[in-house]
């Protein structure tokens, strides 16, 4: 039985192969016209029309005969509501345990600014805790966060959120550059991917009312 889930789980990541533009390197100056422009017209149209969009490249190289992997990442969907309302529940990460099943624990130290997350779900390959470094977000603007240890460390990203026509455009990108983490790319890929738009769709969700 166990073979035959990794089986089912390594063809589910072949499938998820993505396509299309590259993801773009972004100036510290974001808004709806940039990140229009940096996932094209065509996904552009269904963030519009509701869709959250991921995509996530991951390439393996060697650097000095080491085995290396690099991951580039993004996320992008428009909320119902405006930030000042969206930005409510989503700052509170203490809560993400209730609202994303496969969160098992979550909580935040205010004073070095740092969440912790334990992740568990038949997606991930195995269990995983993140605790990184990333300010609350209270209101529009870029959220800059690392990984400063543990999986991927040192990778580095930003979350945007945006008043776009009353409503609050989230766009979060991320790079990763390290040692091979064993992790075929397409499985690191896929389940990048899968999780980032479980928990956005559920986040979206839970924001969108009091």
């Known amino acids: 039985m166990r073979y035959i889930k990794q089986y089912i789980f390594t063809i589910l990541a072949l499938i998820q192969v993505t396509h299309g533009r590259p993801i773009l390197p972004l100036n510290n100056t974001i808004t709806a016209a940039t990140i229009e422009k940096a996932v ?7 963030i519009l029309s509701g869709d959250i969009y991921t995509k996530s490249q991951v390439e393996d190289f060697k650097l000095l005969e080491q085995k290396k992997q690099k ?29 994303i099943g496969f969160i098992k624990r979550s909580s935040y130290d205010d004073n070095k600014g740092r969440v912790d997350f334990l992740l568990s779900s038949a997606l991930l390959p195995y269990n995983m805790t993140l605790n990184f470094k990333i300010p ?3 209101k529009v603007g870029n959220y800059p966060f690392v990984f400063d240890k543990g999986f991927l460390k040192n990778l580095t990203g930003t979350i945007t959120a945006i008043n776009y ?3 609050c455009l989230f766009y979060t990108t991320a790079h990763w550059e390290g040692t091979y983490t064993g992790i075929p ?6 389940f990048s991917k ?13 924001s969108s009312t009091y």
Request: proline share 0%; aromatic share 14%.
């Open 165 to 167: 026509k009353n409503r």
């Open 194 to 206: 899968a999780m980032s738009q479980l928990a956005m769709e559920n986040l979206f969700r839970i």
């Open 71 to 99: 991951l580039d990442f993004y996320i992008a969907g428009l909320h119902k509501k405006s930030c000042s309302f969206a930005l409510r529940k989503l700052s509170h990460y203490e809560s993400y345990k209730d609202h």
């Open 40 to 46: 094209g017209d065509s996904v552009w149209k269904k």
């Open 185 to 190: 790319n397409s499985i690191l890929a896929f």
């Open 136 to 138: 609350r977000l209270k």
